[in-house]
């Protein structure tokens, strides 16, 4: 099992900057993939970013050149930078850890950070 916290959300303007960090309880050696998803209200949760055992990185295109994934891993913490955010980006963000187990991928989630970008 992984406990993930999240924090770093909060309320900004059209075009500022949020940089959100995930802390894990376990070494991220020891997880297959990380990453960030978002929900806003009454829509689906969908993917953010992926970090795959740090070796590669994968954007959702409508965060492509404004959204940067980056870890510690000596403090097991994911960090997700957010630059130029816009009001489209307002939504509850959430890590997610992927472990690999005997039964298979089994997914692990934080408890989600509120993001609100005005216009």
């Known amino acids: 099992q992984v406990q993930l916290v999240e924090s770093g959300g909060g309320l900004v303007q059209a075009g ?5 960090s995930c802390a894990a309880s376990r070494s991220f050696f020891t997880i297959n993939t990380m990453g960030w998803y978002r929900q806003a209200p009454g829509k689906q949760r969908e993917l953010v970013a992926v970090d795959i055992r ?18 510690d891993n000596a403090k ?4 997700l930078q957010m630059n130029n955010l816009k009001p489209e980006d307002t939504a509850v963000y959430y890590c997610n850890a992927a472990l690999r187990t005997l039964a298979g991928i089994v997914d692990y989630w934080g408890q989600g950070t509120q993001v609100t970008v005005s216009s």
């Open 16 to 20: 500022g900057s949020l940089r959100l």
């Open 54 to 71: 740090g070796a590669a990185r994968n954007y959702a295109d409508f965060v492509k050149g404004r959204f940067t994934v980056s870890r």
């Open 76 to 79: 097991n913490t994911m960090y």
